[in-house]
């Protein structure tokens, strides 16, 4: 049964030609029905195509387009142990040393494209403030107006989409392509526009081409506002 019809706009891509997985991901978490939402991205996700929401037979929903499968999203359980966050002050002192600024695989990515105006993209800045098996990363995200539902509150799915890649600048220390097959989230409560927060990164395990990271956003009292679980790939040559 068709729920929707949904269009992701060139605003919020990832990859170039194709929308970012956590921005797509809360999306679709909308509609699953929980709390928490296990979303697993299968193919390319288009831009400015209109995409049918569709229940699926096994709960939940799946995104289809083009007659092919794109994603799913069911009702999940997130296991995540979320350590301690830094300040807005050292997140932004660690932001001054995010790589993709220095070399971007996507520099227009809409969470952390260094080529997108404040205002236009989310501008998520993560640089290392822990080295090692649990390679950690952090930045300062003060939300843009545009990004407001009711109340002056982030609407979830942009809370979704800066859950996104700081997962990935804490797997991939190189300039390396990874895409994010797997994404388990869950927001407790969504920040206000303009709410000095920070937004924290850490390696949570995996082995060569597959790596999982975990993500959290954290609001003005320090308290966790928003985690996800993340499983990223990197694709084969060719």
């Known amino acids: ?25 809360g999306l679709l978490a909308g509609f699953a029905g929980d709390d928490t939402v296990d979303v697993r991205l299968r193919l390319p ?54 790589p993709g600024t220095r070399q971007h695989v996507s520099p227009g990515c809409f969470v952390c494209g260094p080529a997108r105006a404040a205002g236009d993209g989310l501008r998520v800045f993560t640089g290392l403030v822990h080295d090692g098996e649990h390679r950690t990363v952090a930045g300062a995200w003060c939300p843009d107006a545009s990004l407001a539902g009711t109340r002056s509150r982030v609407r979830p799915e942009f809370m979704w989409a800066a859950l996104d890649c700081p997962g990935y600048f804490a797997v991939m220390p190189e300039d390396r392509t990874m895409l994010v097959g797997r994404f388990i989230g869950r927001v407790e409560r969504s920040v206000e526009v303009g709410e000095p927060c920070v937004v924290l990164g850490w390696r949570v395990d995996g082995t060569g081409r597959r790596q999982r990271a975990g993500t959290a956003i954290f609001g003005a009292d320090g308290r966790c506002a928003a985690r996800a679980l993340s499983t990223w790939i990197e694709p084969r040559p060719g």
């Open 1 to 25: 049964m068709k729920l929707a019809s949904v269009t992701i706009a060139r605003r919020f891509c990832g990859p170039p030609g194709s929308g970012n997985g956590g921005y797509v991901a």
């Open 45 to 98: 996700l288009p831009l400015e195509v209109a995409l049918d929401v569709l229940a699926a037979d096994a709960g939940g929903v799946e995104l289809h387009g083009g007659g092919q499968l794109l994603a799913s999203a069911v009702p999940g359980e997130l296991e995540l142990e979320v350590p301690a966050a830094p300040g807005f002050a050292q997140a932004s002192a660690a932001a001054l040393g995010y």
